[in-house]
């Protein structure tokens, strides 16, 4: 029968002095010993010290800057002196353009003023023209007397359409009675004969018309000269080719003259 021998290594208490001094001797691991601080106190140590951090950051950004050539407050200086020159600047343009809306009030009245001097400078020059053609006429009917024994006549029968159109026409004219008639006094009517082209078609109208109120403007009365000026309408779209002035005395014309459109 075979032996079993003991042995101390392999027993129980040997296992459980090698843990003891595991746990206590010498190579038993380090243990730290600290006081316990509250976590508000940690949280606020925290924040300081970002604080700090990002205070130290921003000094070392600013410096690096400096380094660099680039001033803050140099740049700020600078940004404020550009804000004042474009104020100015502002001001001035409204200075400007304030005088240049006077200038451009007074440059329109100008051309009004202007204008306005040019009809009435082209009115003059018109009526300045007509009294030339008046003395011319009355210069030669002073050498006609003796010699012209109408009792009337028309001078400087013309016919313009009217600018407004819708086909009105204006009319004037200048009779007078010439020589020894000019002691006598006339009374006759003027009667004008529109010739016109209406569809194609050559129509002819009398003025005045026999239902025409105005009728008794066409009476003309004078004892040297008179003028004479008026309107007719014609239907709208015709064209006026022709038109007759007739000055009669009685059912007898005695004076005629036609203008050509």
């Known amino acids: 029968m075979r ?4 042995s101390y290594a392999d027993s129980s208490l040997a296992l459980t002095l090698r843990r003891l001094r595991g746990r ?6 380090r243990v730290a010993v600290r006081t316990h601080v509250p976590w508000y106190w940690r949280a606020l140590a925290t924040v300081i010290m970002v604080a700090v951090a990002l205070a130290l950051a921003g000094w070392i950004y600013d410096a690096g800057r400096r380094f660099g050539g680039f001033d803050r407050s140099e740049s700020e200086q600078e940004l404020r002196d ?25 440059l329109q009245i100008e051309r009004t003023a202007q204008q306005q001097l040019s009809v009435q400078v082209k009115r003059l020059e018109l009526e ?3 009294l030339k053609e008046d003395l011319a006429l009355f210069e030669s009917l002073a050498q006609a007397e003796g010699r012209n024994q109408k009792a009337v006549t028309i001078h400087r029968f013309r016919v313009e359409a009217d600018p407004a159109g819708n086909g009105r026409y ?12 000019r002691e006598q006094e006339f009374s006759g009517r003027l009667q ?7 569809a ?21 009365v004078f004892k040297h000269f008179r003028r ?27 004076a005629a003259q036609t203008a050509v459109l």
């Not at 032996?3 to 003991?6: F, G, M, Q, T």
């Not at 004008?192 to 209406?198: A, E, F, M, R, S």
């Open 82 to 106: 550009r804000r004042a020159q474009i104020a100015t600047m502002q001001t001035e343009l409204e200075r400007q353009r304030s005088l240049a809306d006077a200038g451009e009030s007074n």
């Open 200 to 220: 194609g078609k050559v129509v002819m109208m009398s003025f005045p018309r026999a239902e025409a109120a105005e009728s008794s403007a066409f009476i003309v």
């Open 24 to 29: 206590f001797g010498i190579s038993a691991r």
């Open 3 to 6: 032996r079993v021998r003991w």
């Open 192 to 198: 004008l004969t529109v010739t016109l082209q209406q």
């Open 170 to 181: 204006r009319y004037r004219m200048l009779v007078a009675a010439p020589g020894g008639k």
């Open 228 to 254: 004479i000026e008026g309107v007719f309408q014609v239907p709208a779209g015709a064209v006026v080719k022709t038109v007759e002035a007739s000055m009669l005395q009685g059912s007898s014309t005695i």
């Open 128 to 130: 300045n023209a007509r």
